[in-house]
């Protein structure tokens, strides 16, 4: 038995190889961390026994991520080759003590042993998450589905609309990401203002979209995360077929509808979501 041979490894693996073959990754987009379970680390432990890379000290101080253990994806890889060199593609990270410095246990053998370039604001993500709900959000995925993308261009960078736009496809869509989604406009991509826009939203809904570039996703394992994206990305590809034979003159659900669907299923949709 080796460190690819744990559950939790073929778990990333999987969503990295899933995501590629549902296109979500061109060449080297998107990126993927995960923060560890006490019990995931304890396994990994028995496989590593020294750090392939000493400390390194961090932009950004993370007192709530202090000890924590992460799978990240690695600058510049593709996720197109995690199957065949998973030890490039990604690797093992441990923060520090006091949240100030991390340091590579495994992995990321090529590109300099770096980690993803979005790494920081994907611990700032992380960190809120885990402040929120520790057991609830483990993984944070950012990636590329056409048709999410290209709704971004054509809708209103309005929370509102949007989340109400696509729940209205399918009742598995406000039961999948009862929060909405938020949406940011175009901004260059790996910056600290995006990190903490981003950042600013995470603290409301599990899902945020970049405009004109992708989605990013906080959850609570591989399966809801992909899920989420899944649902999302479908929704968004039903929206705008709709849209193309018909324009704004098609069914919906009514607010007393969604209502009921809340009801039911104790989804705890927000007011200002449901009411039309
Ligand atoms: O290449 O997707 O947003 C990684 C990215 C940056
Ligand atoms: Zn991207």
């Not at 736009?165 to 869509?173: G, R, V």
Request: charged share 25%; proline share 5%.
């Amino acid at each position: 038995m080796g460190i690819l041979d744990l559950d939790v490894i073929k778990e990333f693996i999987r969503l990295c190889e899933d995501g590629w073959k549902l296109g979500y990754h061109e060449y080297h987009g998107g990126n993927v961390t995960y923060r560890m379970k006490p019990e995931e680390v304890k396994e990994v432990q028995n496989f590593v026994t020294k750090p392939v890379v000493e400390w390194t000290e961090m932009e950004e101080k993370h007192t709530s991520l202090a000890g924590e253990y992460f799978l990240v994806k690695g600058a510049g890889e593709c996720f197109r080759n995690t199957v065949v060199r998973p030890q490039d593609v990604f690797g093992i990270v441990q923060i520090n003590k006091t949240g100030t410095e991390y340091r590579v246990l495994w992995g990321l053998e090529k590109n300099g042993r770096r980690p993803t370039s979005e790494f920081m604001p994907h611990l700032s993500i992380h960190s809120i998450k885990k402040t929120a709900d520790a057991e609830k959000y483990r993984v944070v995925y950012h990636c590329h589905p056409e048709n999410v993308i290209i709704l971004s261009a054509v809708m209103p960078h309005d929370s509102k609309t949007i989340t109400r736009a696509l729940w209205d496809m399918e009742p598995e869509c406000p039961m999948t990401f009862p929060t909405g989604v938020g949406i940011l406009d175009w901004a260059v991509p790996g910056t600290v203002d995006l990190g903490r826009a981003t950042g600013e939203l995470m603290k409301k809904h599990d899902v945020v979209i970049w405009s004109q570039h992708g989605i990013l996703v906080a959850g609570r394992d591989f399966d809801t995360t992909l899920g989420v994206v899944h649902t999302i990305e479908k929704s968004a590809g039903m929206l705008l077929r709709i849209r193309q034979i018909a324009g704004d003159h098609y069914d919906r659900p009514t607010e007393e509808q969604y209502r009921e669907l809340d009801q039911i299923f104790h989804l705890h949709l927000p007011e200002e979501y449901v009411k039309g």
